[in-house]
């Protein structure tokens, strides 16, 4: 099938002859399976060419959206999807209602308005120079030394250092928010509920440190996030403390995992391809671009779920109420029916707006303009300071992401 020029799903049509209505009892693919930089990709380019909604027994069973316009009508359909059942996969141990991803329209809306007005392309300028010193202080040791395990000595840092600045906290909270979120996960892939309980519990306890810290009115609520979501009314009155709770306590996770992994796969490509490596140096104006297609190719999402609200169809499927949904932003990216030649680097696509790495409509990433940030500066930063290789083979983290833990590389001066 030609690819589309812009992502329409209403025009694109599942692949010929993807059955449908009797796959409950199917398992196309293993979850837990191990994985190679590239095994992943391969397995989810032969399984979206036959449907791009595949099934998997593993967690207690769950449909998988593959392929682009099918994971786009779930994401966008609020009416049929429901983020408030079990939002991710596996499901783990149920801790507390943490907005606003636990919530879906109207009631989100009270806490993403707050949020969307910290990611504003005036806060974002103002945060580019502190994102900027702390890519600087954790790269340049690493190329001094000439060698480095990336993923764990700089993209497992650089997310605390930045959520130091964004949220007003010390580099050693935000560094213990980083290491429990970090085992958390962890946790979860293995479904140990007991750990996730206790160390959901510290969450907790930080993001109430966090808020009573700012009880006392020292915190603006124009230049601080937990501020500005104390000082909020909805309805007449303030946000619920629960309510405000839950929200810091996802707030401080969130963007935390994703970068970890995701950082590491820019440096893995780059290593492999001296020649895109060296072109960007020279074009550092093209960096910006090149993140964008580093996003589609790398996206490291494919454990975040919807449940289905009620029996329905996706791409001639049939899904019944309460089924859990993994949306694999990490396949539905490389769908050839909208990306020409998708599993290439291709700088400027035509349609890279239509990448989905981080959402799209009622739960897309507030954060995503941050994130755009830390990503453009590490690039520019390790770009402009050495040339640089892998000197092992990549490690790779478990469902429910996909990326990068170990990133040897060797630097070369510049």
């Known amino acids: 099938m030609e690819p589309i020029t812009q992502a329409d799903p209403a025009t694109i049509l599942p692949p010929a002859g993807c059955p449908a209505h009797n796959r409950r009892d199917d398992h196309d693919f293993d979850p837990q399976g191990p994985e190679t930089f590239d095994s992943a990709h391969a397995q989810f380019r032969e399984l979206r060419s036959k449907c791009p909604v595949a099934r998997s027994q593993e967690f207690g069973g769950f449909w998988a959206m593959l392929g682009y316009p099918e994971l786009l009508e ?30 879906d329209p109207p009631e989100h809306m009270a806490y993403r308005r707050v949020i969307n007005k910290f990611f504003t392309p005036p806060k974002m300028r103002a945060m580019e120079p502190r994102v900027r010193r702390s890519v600087r202080e954790l790269l340049d040791p690493l190329v001094a030394r000439g060698e480095a395990n990336m993923a764990l000595e700089y993209a497992q840092k650089l997310p605390a250092h930045v959520f130091a600045d964004f949220f007003n906290l ?100 780059l290593a492999r391809d001296p020649e895109l490596q060296e072109f960007l140096r020279a074009n550092p104006a093209k960096i910006p671009a090149a993140v964008e ?106 469902w429910a992401e996909w990326g990068t833990n170990f990133v040897p590389l060797e630097f070369i001066a510049l």
């Open 74 to 103: 779930v994401i966008t359909d609020i009416d049929r999807f429901t983020t408030s059942k079990q939002n991710a996969i596996p499901k783990f141990a149920f801790t507390g209602v943490r907005p606003p991803l636990h919530l």
């Open 170 to 269: 010390t580099v050693d909270l935000s560094t213990e928010i980083k290491q429990v979120s970090g085992t958390y996960v962890d946790a979860i892939q293995v479904l140990d509920h007991e750990t996730v309980k206790k160390l959901s519990g510290r969450l907790y306890e930080i993001a109430q440190l966090i808020i009573d810290e700012r009880a006392d009115g020292s915190y603006s609520p124009e230049e601080d996030l937990t501020a500005a979501l104390i000082a909020t009314e909805y309805d007449g009155g303030p946000l619920p403390d629960a309510m405000v709770l839950g929200c810091v306590r996802q707030l401080i996770v969130t963007g935390m995992v994703a970068p970890s992994v995701f950082i590491g796969n820019m440096f893995v490509h």
């Open 293 to 398: 297609e580093f996003l589609r190719l790398y996206n490291p999402y494919r454990g975040m779920a919807r449940t289905a609200r009620q029996d329905t169809i996706v791409a001639g499927q049939e899904i019944l109420q309460d089924d859990p949904i993994a949306l694999v932003y990490t396949a539905a990216n490389r769908d050839p029916r909208v990306f020409e030649d998708p599993d290439t680097f291709v700088l400027d696509r035509d349609n890279i707006k239509d990448h989905i790495s981080f959402g799209r409509g009622t739960h897309s990433c507030p954060g995503a303009p941050l994130a755009r940030v830390m990503l453009v500066a590490t690039l520019e930063e390790a770009l402009a300071r050495a040339e640089f290789r892998l000197t092992g083979d990549p490690g790779m983290a478990k």
